[in-house]
């Protein structure tokens, strides 16, 4: 592939018409290095880019397991696997806030110097959680949070603080990998990239738990910290190598640069049509503005907050099962069975969230009527239908009981118990549906700020759902399963209700 005149792009700031012919022949000898904006996705090109991701998640799933294996051929098994998950769970819940970096690349990237203000931000962030997971492991604070919150004996304490003292780089490179993979699913749709990052993340993964149990190597928490940071790595590495080869070359050094190359691409457009529409005008102005830190933090902010409650409210629906059960332990019992199982038939929608900014042009976002806007509108009503269906193939059959006593080996007593509860799940669906539709657009729009009522609405649903079942005399996981299929229901429907208005009323620049 040439690239000789992406590769000038890189050198000083040139002049807007010479940055732009440069642009074109790029265009023109890649094809589609960069979107083609009369281009119309088939459900073929869709349902590859979905899938795509969706198994990579789940190939991630796997890897867990992986380490788990590993663990289980070393010595002090039971301690290395208590301590090594309870520090992964601490160190994934303050990293968190880095789920918002797939969105920030994918939406928010237009030049070099956009990724180097999310760059810093990344590496100011990363070094607060590291700070943060330091004086966990050395200081009291630690000792508030792992003995007595988590009440964690002392050595299995000591092992905890140890794990987690070694993991304190791996926010970085989880930030690193995240941000990119929003780059690269934005500038060209390289998701063959991003499969071979996560495929790069797995492969790394077998050969540490590989070497370290044909070793032997010294303490049992080598393994599975070794595995943690050399599958991170591998993916951020080709994953920023991905970015390097595959978009730097095209894109431009700042902001100014890639606003001027747009206007002048649409000079024929202004000859041949009518006067530019205000959408057009979002286009131009606002998806190409410069990114500061303030900018970036209004836009990433809310998709915090979603995160925070979207966690919050599982562990709340334990707790309250646990408290009314009448078979103290037996609810929460049922209601593992019943989350991974039901995760399975719905938890791939949410890989859907980046079809808007990877597919439609943010001109294209206020018009419902554009081909693209379209086919994605029908995409995502075939997305509910097929979730919907592998539901009810899954939680409504006999099936389910296969898999819950002979794939997971549950007792009979727990599968029948999960049965209900199964079939409360399988309607979230719908809500998980609707909300993938709307966030995936709110992502792309920049209307982030829409999403943030959601949150509160989700927990606050969810919460007063679980008191009022309570004071009606129900209890167990059915309880516990509505309470959180009527959080998801609220959720979906105020970004339904708030979002149709952002749809319908596009911001105007002066």
Known sequence: MQRGAGNELSDAPQEPSKLLAQQLDADEETGKQ???????????????????????????????????????????????????????????????????????????????????????????????????????????????????????????????????????????????????????????????????????????????????????????????????????????????????????????????????????????????????????????????????????????????????????????????????????????????LVYPLAHVGYGWINNAKPLFASFAKPSELYSSSTPTMQQLKKFFFKIAISSITLQMILLWSPLKYIILKTLLGAPAELAHAASTPLFIFSFISLAVSCRTYFTSWATAAKQTSALAPSAFIRVGATVLAGILFTHLGFSGASMGITSLLVGFSFEALSVFIIISKRQAHPPSHS
């Not at 979107?35 to 795509?52: G, I, K, Q």
């Not at 867990?64 to 090594?84: D, K, S, W, Y």
């Not at 200081?139 to 003292?165: D, M, R, S, V, Y």
């Not at 747009?262 to 998806?287: I, R, T």
């Open 34 to 336: 960069t979107n083609d904006t009369n281009h119309v996705p088939s459900n073929r090109e869709l349902a590859l880019f979905v899938v795509s991701l969706a198994a990579n998640s789940m190939l991630f799933d796997g890897m867990e397991q992986l380490v788990n294996a590993g663990i289980a051929h070393g010595t002090e098994v039971q301690r290395t696997l208590a301590a090594f998950g309870l520090a992964v769970f601490i160190v994934r819940w303050c990293c968190g806030v880095f789920a918002v970096l797939e969105p920030v690349g994918l939406v928010l990237i237009h030049s070099r110097q956009c990724r180097a203000v999310a760059l810093r931000a990344i590496a100011t962030t990363a070094s607060a959680v590291a700070c943060t997971l330091i004086s966990l492991a050395v200081t009291p604070f630690g000792n508030a949070i792992i003995n007595n919150l988590h009440h964690a004996g002392a050595e299995l304490a000591h092992e905890t603080k140890t794990a987690l003292l070694y993991l304190c780089l791996w926010p970085l490179f989880d930030g690193l990998h995240r941000f990119h993979r929003g780059v690269l699913l934005k500038h060209g749709k390289h998701i063959g990239r991003v499969s071979a990052a996560s495929f790069a993340n797995a492969g790394a993964q077998v050969v540490a738990v590989t070497v370290c149990t044909t070793l032997q190597m010294g303490s049992p928490l080598t393994l599975p910290v070794f595995a943690a940071y050399a599958g991170v790595v591998a993916e951020a590495v080709v994953l920023i190598h991905g970015y390097y080869t595959l978009v730097q070359p095209f894109l431009a050094v700042n902001c100014d640069q890639t606003l001027e190359v747009q206007q002048q691409v649409s000079e024929g457009d202004k000859n041949a049509h009518d006067e530019p529409s205000q959408a057009h005008n979002v286009d131009q102005q606002d998806s190409f503005s410069t990114l500061t830190t303030k900018s970036l933090f209004q836009f990433a902010w809310p998709l915090a907050l979603v995160q925070l409650a979207q966690r919050a409210t599982r562990p709340f629906v334990n707790v309250i099962v646990n408290r009314t059960d009448t078979n103290q332990g037996f609810g929460v019992a049922v209601l593992a």
